[in-house]
């Protein structure tokens, strides 16, 4: 074999060798960074999270969303691709904190998100904010921590069980319940115990108010219509606990006492979870009833929040290119 022919053999073997390396590296880490010379690729995308079937499938029948691939990680499923022309991965999380927060840090983890949507459905303690409204709260707090006092105990917590008593007001063996701060934990601070967790992404105030100029929400599924005209709320605060609130009185409580307007069971496990990353987020609900009066509309308030979490990530800017 001449020397020339040995040569292009081993410059074939090596190229094939790297093909292969560079294949087996893409199937284990799908979500891995592009390095070209000394400038690295950054895919930036939009997370975008939610919470229930009703949630995705409002996605879904918009027509909206491209796949381009999906990645199970910890039981879920991560869906790549496009929305309405902007990068994004999106994940079904299931209810209650710790589902939440367990499929957000994962997504954090496994892919390079700029910031995060959250869109779901959430009750009304405010008569003032129905179903088809939407709304995103600038706080959102962890309402169901309580350390609870023992009857006739001098400490008295802000929850009063005997002011419940029916007929009549008076002791309840209940006693009373204070409610407690979380400690929020990020990396490049102390940690340190809060109530309210604040919208932290850029440029919200502004968004929001450029939400409000042409989005017309819905207001009829399936022949069953909302009993007024939807808008968007913004400036609230938000309740969640891992119980979800149907008893008018302790909505009332919760309007009161901690001057919250919406009530639900996943949007303060997402904000902690972003904070504790220091990733900007937005917290978008659709209500779906007021607490403790009949009458529910799941699946159009899945549809408003999503196509005001749609119009929200088409304000979001599309730097996508870091060089080193």
């Known amino acids: 074999m001449s020397r020339i022919n040995l040569e292009v053999l081993l410059v074939l073997g090596l190229l094939l060798v790297t093909a292969k390396q560079s294949m087996q590296m893409s199937l284990r880490n799908p ?8 400038c690295k690729v950054e895919v930036l995308r939009v997370g975008l999270v939610l919470a229930s079937d009703n949630n995705e499938k409002a996605l879904l029948d918009s027509g909206l969303f491209t796949e381009d ?11 790549v691709g496009n929305l309405n ?18 499929a957000v840090q994962t997504l954090l983890n496994k892919f390079n998100i700029s910031e995060i949507v959250f869109f779901g459905n959430a009750g009304s303690l405010d008569k003032t904010i129905i179903p088809g409204d939407v709304v995103l709260p600038k706080a959102v707090a962890f309402t169901g921590v309580w350390e609870w006092e023992a009857f006739r105990s001098e400490n008295k917590g802000e929850l009063v069980f005997g002011g419940f008593n029916y007929p009549v007001n008076g002791e309840n063996l209940l006693g009373t319940a204070a409610h407690e701060n979380i400690t929020l934990y990020s ?11 604040d919208t932290s992404l850029p440029g919200y105030k502004a968004a929001t108010e450029e939400l409000t100029k042409d989005l017309k929400l819905k207001e009829c599924h399936s022949g069953r ?7 968007i709320i913004y400036g609230s605060k938000a309740s969640t606990s891992d119980f979800y609130v149907k008893n008018e009185a302790y909505g009332e409580f919760l309007h009161n006492e901690f001057n919250a307007s919406t009530t639900d069971s996943t ?7 972003a904070l504790s990353n220091e990733k900007p987020f937005v917290v978008i609900q ?8 009949q009458g529910s509309y799941p699946e159009l308030a899945s549809q408003n929040a999503f196509l005001v979490a749609t119009e929200f990530i088409n304000l979001l800017p599309t730097q996508r290119l870091a060089c080193e």
């Open 85 to 102: 022309n902007t990068l994004i991965v999106y994940v079904k999380t299931g209810t209650q904190t710790v589902n939440v927060a367990t």
């Open 225 to 231: 219509c909302l009993p007024g005209t939807s808008k």
């Open 69 to 79: 691939s999906s990645v199970d990680f910890v039981g879920r499923k991560f869906h």
């Open 267 to 273: 949007s303060a496990a997402v904000a902690l979870t």
């Open 31 to 38: 979500t891995a960074e592009i390095e070209s010379s000394n």
């Open 187 to 197: 990396p490049s601070d102390e940690p340190k115990e809060v109530f309210w967790l």
């Open 286 to 293: 659709g209500v779906s009833n007021v607490v403790g009066v």
